[in-house]
């Protein structure tokens, strides 16, 4: 297929529909592609850099397009363009299908399969061709970039020897991609950043990225089809611009990047909110080829109303316009590797390419056919149970075992309880003294056993890891006990029972330590790479 890519004629425009790189991989793919002389000038890519990637220069611009068999651009054509289209041939660029039906039966007519890279379904087969969040995403960081250059002081706060600085607060109505860029590149140069949407599931995406989240007393979802925003009642729009009239009292800089597809962009900053803010304040419009949001804006020029300058340029990722036209670039490459890599196709059974597709066989098919309604989702899996609810449910019940424990401690508080009031208060002074310290050594060991059986066997399989070493530590204890008791025995009465148990003690305690140094070793190789 013979590809043609042109200089872009609009106003303003530096971008171009293919950069060195992209043109390669386009040549790897069988395809022949002819670049028009002065086409990336704008962009930073001169005509030797597209030579060097294998390309055409075409210097006689009409030829190149009456033998293409497909033309990328990004601007939509102008009538001169589509009269030098060759029927048939394959038009992809951004055509605005939903307000630009005159453009669509002037393409239907030329016979031109034209492809709207600005209908390409926002779903994860289409993601690879979604130029407009990738471009969406410029402009949200240009826009920020824009409202600094206008706004007379820092975004961030300073602490200085003159005196200290407040920061800057900014106002991000729309947190599509567009705006969550604009909040990340505001944050990072330090200012106070707030957000409203209308969706609420954006608000997570908000807050994840520094800023505050804003919202109103009412419960009306904005999500629409496709992951964007719809048109809101009028109770809500009412509720929303009484929050942005408080706002107007306080920020600095409002950014607005509210689209609704289809239509004209939705007015939201009205003019007696440009009227409330402070002077010097700035508003970005990145709406301004749809209208815009604020009632101030003028496309394509930045205005000053009461004091505050309003921002209505409609080519801000045109501004980044290598970075533009790389991303942009790499949408076509994927394009026609959807459409069928070394021999494109117009496969209408295929929903992204029905979808894109807004005139083909000298007819208009804009709007594509609603996509059927979602089945319903499959029965969701029971959610795993926590550590503390598996702890609950693999607890053991209690058993005979248990129940002779209970009734053991009892007899053994019973015992403790004779021998500590009754014995001892009838024994002499000299055995009542070693009789205190049997039934303090009693007491211990029965505690001992009670709260031992209860760590051990109340616990469950997911935390044994954490219990080992909570049993090493109290095995440390008992091996320097069994040492205290073993060496001041051993020195007067030579060997005898308190030394084999104080022995028989650090033997069994060395036992478990060992053993759980063991266990900790062989876990700790699963994780190693060799």
């Known amino acids: 297929m013979r590809i043609f890519i042109p200089a872009e004629t609009a106003a303003r425009e530096r971008r171009v529909a293919g950069v060195p790189d992209s043109v ?20 930073g890519f001169d ?17 190149a397009w009456a033998d293409a068999d497909a033309v990328f651009k990004v601007r939509p054509p102008n009538d001169d363009e589509i009269a030098k289209l060759r029927r048939g041939a394959i038009l992809a660029c951004y055509l605005q299908p939903g307000t630009n039906g005159e453009l669509l039966e002037k393409l239907s007519k030329a016979g031109v399969t034209a492809l709207a890279l600005d209908a390409v379904p926002r779903t994860s087969r289409a993601q690879s061709m979604d130029t407009l969040s990738a471009m ?26 003159a005196g200290r600085l407040p920061p800057a607060k900014v106002l991000v109505i729309g947190a599509g991609v567009a705006g969550l860029s604009a909040v990340g590149a505001a944050k990072n140069l330090g200012a106070i950043v707030r957000a409203f949407d209308t969706r609420a599931a954006t608000k997570d995406q908000v807050e994840s990225l520094g800023g505050e989240f804003l919202t109103i007393q009412m419960e009306e979802s904005g999500e629409g089809a496709g992951g ?3 048109e809101m009642s009028q109770a809500f729009l009412d509720a929303e611009y009484a929050l942005f009239r408080e706002q107007a009292d306080e920020v600095d800089i409002v950014i607005t990047t509210a689209l609704i597809p289809g239509k004209p962009a939705p007015k939201l900053w009205l003019k007696d909110m440009v009227e409330r803010m402070r002077p010097g304040s700035v508003v970005v419009d990145l709406a301004g080829e749809q209208g815009g949001n604020c009632e101030y804006t003028r496309p394509d020029e930045a205005v000053v109303e009461h004091g505050v300058t309003v921002i209505g340029y409609t080519d801000l990722p045109s501004r980044m316009a290598d970075t533009a036209s790389s991303l942009y670039a790499n949408v076509m490459v994927n394009l026609v590797k959807h459409l069928g890599g070394a021999e494109p196709t117009i496969d209408m059974e295929d929903d992204v390419t029905r979808a894109m597709t807004v005139t083909h066989d000298e007819a208009v098919t804009w709007p594509p056919p609603a996509a059927p309604a979602p089945s319903s989702p499959p029965p969701q899996p029971a959610p795993k149970p926590t550590i503390e609810e598996e702890a609950i449910e693999e607890a053991p019940s209690p058993t005979r075992f248990d129940t002779f424990l209970v009734a053991a401690g009892l007899l053994l508080a019973a015992c403790w309880a004779l021998l500590r009031f009754g014995v001892e208060g009838s024994a002499g002074a000299e055995d009542a003294g070693e009789l205190r310290d049997f039934v303090q050594h009693l007491t211990v060991f029965v505690m001992a056993c009670f709260v031992g059986y209860q760590v051990v066997w109340n616990v469950t399989p997911a935390l044994h890891t954490p219990l080992m070493a909570v049993t090493n530590a109290i095995s440390g204890i008992i091996i320097l006990g069994g040492l205290l008791q073993a060496g001041a025995v051993s020195g007067s009465a030579g060997i005898g029972v308190p030394v084999v148990l104080g022995l028989a003690a650090i033997l069994l305690a060395m036992i478990n330590v060992a053993g759980g140094f063991w266990v900790t070793h062989r876990m700790l190789a699963m994780f190693r790479k060799d």
Not at 29 to 42: D, N
Not at 48 to 57: K, L, M, P, Q, T
């Open 24 to 43: 390669s991989r386009l040549i790897k793919l069988g395809h022949r592609l002819v670049i028009e002389s002065g086409a990336g000038s704008a962009a």
């Open 47 to 63: 005509d030797d850099a597209y030579r060097g990637a294998g390309a055409e220069i075409a210097t006689e611009p009409i030829n």
């Open 136 to 161: 969406a995403n410029i402009a949200g960081y240009r826009a920020v970039i824009e409202a600094a250059g206008a706004f007379g002081r820092f975004f961030g706060g300073q602490m200085t020897a």
């Open 228 to 230: 964007y925003a719809k």
